[in-house]
């Protein structure tokens, strides 16, 4: 690494200080000079933007799963409620029905208790 540094430095004076270099068009100087500066740049900051992004790629892994178990826990919550409602609604239907088998028993009873009378009325 450091050998490609160092050629990236010095090629540019070799080929600097030949006459031909000063005739070709001024692209080529800067062509290297951008290339020069491209190494350095990434020589002195690829670790650390490397060590940014895995970071920040595993904070919002993080996040993520953390997110996918409060959306599950919601969903289990939500069907936990649609179970509830659905047991109120049930003990409703079995209140409404043992009032009227409550309602049922009441009029036999009364019936009976009439016929019972009628029937002692009628032998005395």
Sequence with gaps: ?????????????????????????????????????????????????????TTRTKEIADKLSSLQAKVEKTKELKRAKNQINDLKRRKDDWKERAKKAEDALKEINSKSIEDKKKQTNSRD
């Excluded at 030949?18 to 900051?45: H, K, P, Q, T, W």
Aim: hydrophobic share 60%; net charge negative.
């Design 1 to 53: 690494m450091k050998l490609i540094i160092t050629l990236l430095v010095f090629v540019p004076v070799f080929l600097f200080a030949s006459e031909e270099a000063s005739e070709g068009s001024d692209i080529v100087a800067r062509v290297i000079n951008l290339s020069i500066f491209a190494g350095i740049l990434y020589y002195l900051i690829a670790d650390k933007v490397k060590v940014f992004f």
